[in-house]
Structure formats: C-alpha cells, structure tokens
C-alpha cells in the first residue's frame, strides 16, 4: 500500500467508525503492518493509506507488542511528556511535542470484543497520535504557534505538499 503524504487531503478528513468486521477488514490490517513494516514504523491509520476508517495497527516490541484497534475512543489521559515526534506521512521530520503522559482508551478488536487499553510513555504517545490521524488531525498541528509557523515555513521551502491540492489549503491557523 502506498502511505499517503502531508498534502494529501485524506489527511485532513475524519473517518468514520467500522461498522462491519469483515474479510476486507482483515485484509486492510494485514496490508497496513506490511507498509507499516517496510516503513519502519511503529503505527499506521488507516487513512495514512488512503482508506477512511476509525483503525489503526502498532507494533512495538519493547512495549506495546502488536495489535490492531478499531474504533478507539480516548476515556482518560492525564500527565505531560515531551517527546521528538515523527510520523510517516511527513517522512524525514520530527519534533518536540507535548501530549499526556498516561491514556486510557476503549476500542474493538478485530475479533469484535470490547478492549480497554491504559498505556504510558511511547505507547500513548502512539495511541494518541493515531487517534489524531483518524480525526484528520496530523502532528504539525500539535506544535506551539512557533514550532508551527517554523516548520510549515521549512516544509513549504521544500515544497512537502505541494502536490495536495493546492498549496496547504487547510493549514489556515497561522
Ligand atoms: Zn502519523
């Protein structure tokens, strides 16, 4: 699966919740952790490949393991870390940035069970940026008003996003 890149308007819009777990559900997750694999992330949303569902996979060994969680709804968050924030749709750019430490949030599996999930550190840090992408949300977003004007300036300079329709037409904030 080709990962879609900041530009691309299926970044900016919400997806809607998975209603149906079916065959094709499946297969979108086995082909999300292939791209997520050959891009050495750690996690992927669904509309990070062009498909707008409330989805998104993980794998990270030292503290999450692996999973797939559907529909994921943030119950509780509480805490602040900073941490150097990358995503693979802005490939080649990370910043600092501030988020809860501490989430607790409840989704579906694919096997259709209810899960509750309370996690710390990088794996809320992932939760959360996942969740940012299923709301159309992306990380340059969460950058304080100096970060953001910097970095917008340095990706328009390089020409990131370009190709999206027109030059950052939804960034207007600045
Ligand atoms: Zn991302």
Not at 49 to 67: A, H, I, N, Q, S
Request: hydrophobic letters at 40%; a negative charge; aromatic letters at 6%.
């Amino acid at each position: 699966m080709e990962i879609r890149l900041f530009g691309d308007p299926v970044l900016r819009s919400k997806a809607a919740e998975v209603t149906q777990i079916d065959g094709s559900v499946a297969r979108l997750c086995d082909g999300m952790f292939t791209t997520m694999y050959a891009a050495r992330g750690i996690g992927l949303a669904a509309p990070q490949v062009g498909v707008r569902k409330r989805l998104f996979v993980y794998d990270e060994p030292e503290t999450c393991g692996r999973g797939v969680i559907l529909n994921p709804v943030l119950a509780d968050s509480d805490g602040t870390w900073m941490f150097e924030e990358g995503c693979l749709s802005v490939p080649g750019y990370s910043w600092q940035i501030e988020r809860p430490r501490r989430v607790a949030l409840s989704g579906i599996d694919l096997n259709g069970n209810e899960v509750t999930v309370e996690a710390d550190d990088l794996f809320a840090r992932l939760i959360q940026h996942e969740i940012d992408h299923l709301d159309g949300v992306l990380l340059t977003e969460r950058l304080d008003d100096d970060q953001r004007r910097a970095a917008l300036s340095e990706l328009r300079r390089r020409g990131v996003g370009a190709q999206g329709g027109g030059l950052f037409p939804s960034l207007g904030a600045e």
